[in-house]
């Protein structure tokens, strides 16, 4: 099995994505470590918590907190997306039963990559402060990473927090910044230019029918969907977290090139714009490859049966 490390803000679509990484059971998933985001540390650390119990998986998974703040800016939490919860008030009224294991989430990055040298996978769903952290107290991680996979920014689109940024690079650019130049010789971006595509719809939801899953499923997407049709004028929303899971699961799922990206950081207008070289006018070699197509279909295919079963 492949060896993964998820990093997340639980957050609606970070706990689908852990679903789908569990799930599929192809993975040994070391761990999840957690960061400021979405919501506060200590609430995603919770609902993290909160989905590994309602798969089952808490004694198998261990969640390790990490930054409750981005490097240098304030937080910005996004409630208005997620709801108060973070988890659109799908397990509101569970209490969580597990504690988080002790230890801080970029010394449990450093400790678990250079254990398992050159075999673990990252899955990053949320803004890159704990691999930034982890970066600087050990900037040789770089050479014993099988590989990141990074949920965030967007090279054609338009953002989702201002015109130009997405998300979880807008919340920390600085650490955004820290790991692109970081130098992994094996990184992807799955941006919003793929997981604007990647939609799942109320055919979807009905596919998953009255399980528990799929109740779950119905009822933490609910205003999400809401949110989404408002923005985009689509009766669906996207499933961000997810794919990057998808990608990490089935490579082929997505179509990309080698470029450099490089992140804004000091813009009045564009910072934590993911700015990417087409044209290779920086003359700069790529440091990743960047999702520019998907499959939605087959990745939504692969969601939707990964979670029934
Ligand atoms: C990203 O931002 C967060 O709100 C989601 O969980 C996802 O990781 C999408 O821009
Ligand atoms: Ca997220």
Same mark, same amino acid.
């Given at each position: ?58 004694? +198998?998974?261990? &969640? ?12 910005f939490?996004?409630h208005?997306?997620?709801? +108060? ?56 991680? &770089?050479?014993?990473?099988?590989e ?8 054609k689109d ?7 940024? +997405? ?49 779950? &499923? ?47 950081t ?35 295919d ?8």
């Open positions: 099995k492949q060896k993964v490390i998820l990093d997340v803000d639980t957050g609606i679509d970070d706990a689908l994505g852990i679903m789908l990484a569990v799930k599929s059971g192809r993975f040994d998933i070391l761990g999840i470590t957690t960061v400021n985001g979405n919501v506060s540390l200590d609430k995603g650390t919770e609902n993290t918590l909160k989905v590994l119990e309602f798969l089952g998986v808490e004694k +198998e998974i261990p &969640v390790i907190k990490g930054a409750d703040r981005p490097l240098l800016r304030p937080n939490f996004e208005r997306v997620h709801g +108060e919860d973070g988890l659109g008030g799908a397990l509101r009224d569970v209490t969580v039963q597990t504690q988080p294991a002790t230890g801080f989430a970029p010394d449990f990055l450093i400790e678990n990559i250079l254990r398992h040298d050159g075999e673990v996978t990252l899955i990053m769903t949320a803004p890159l402060t704990n691999l930034a952290l982890a970066l600087r107290k050990c900037p040789e991680l &770089v050479r014993h990473v099988n990141v996979i990074v949920m965030g920014g967007v090279v338009v953002g989702n927090v201002t015109p130009t940024a +997405e998300y979880n690079i807008f919340v920390d650019p600085e650490a955004a910044r820290v790991v692109f130049r970081a130098g992994f010789p094996r990184f992807t971006l799955v941006g919003l230019d793929v997981t604007r595509q990647a939609l799942l719809t109320e055919e979807h939801i009905r596919l998953l029918g009255d399980t528990r899953i799929g109740q779950y &499923v119905k009822t933490s997407t609910a205003d999400y969907m809401k949110r989404y049709f408002e923005r985009n004028g689509v009766a669906a929303c996207a499933m961000h977290d997810p794919l990057a899971v998808g990608v990490a699961l089935q490579k082929d799922l997505v179509t990309t090139r080698k470029l450099f990206v490089d992140v804004e000091r813009s009045e207008l564009c910072d934590g714009q993911t700015v990417c070289d087409f044209q290779n006018r920086l003359s700069q070699q790529p440091n990743m490859d960047v999702c520019l197509d998907v499959d939605a279909k087959a990745f939504l692969l969601f939707i049966r990964t979670l029934q079963s």
